[in-house]
């Protein structure tokens, strides 16, 4: 019973650490938006969800082959972070920071409003959850 409820809520649980990887990443952007050099990352969050929901096990281990007794074998870390991208700046910049304020903000904000929307979600599904198994 138990394995049926986490492996339901699986999917919400890849998106939550997703959006919590994303605001972290935005945060530092936003952090060294003066430090010369700097390039702003961010990853594309709709790739990252489906390549996490593409694990197979409830693990959350990546399907892997090794072709060689020296190779490591796959475990829970390996591949989770997501495929980091470089954004392109859209104003250069002198001292080659390409982090754009407006940019952030507005990708920090959208992201915070869909990491609490995620929440209210999943706290909605677990009260329906529980008010089915409670008896009258």
Known sequence: MLDKLASALDFDRQALGLRFERQKVLAGNIANADTPDFKARDFDFSKALAQASARDGSQGQLAMTTTSTGHLQ???????????????????????????????????????????????????????????????
Do not use: C, H, W
């Not at 001292?95 to 909605?124: C, K, P, Q």
């Open 74 to 136: 796959g475990g829970e870390s390996v591949g989770t972070a997501p495929r980091m991208l470089y954004r392109v700046p859209d104003q250069p910049s002198l001292d080659g920071n390409t982090v754009n304020m407006d940019v952030e903000r507005a990708a920090f904000a959208d992201n915070t409003v869909r990491y609490e929307t995620s929440l209210s979600l999943i706290n909605t599904r677990l009260r329906n959850l529980k008010a089915a198994m409670q008896s009258e």
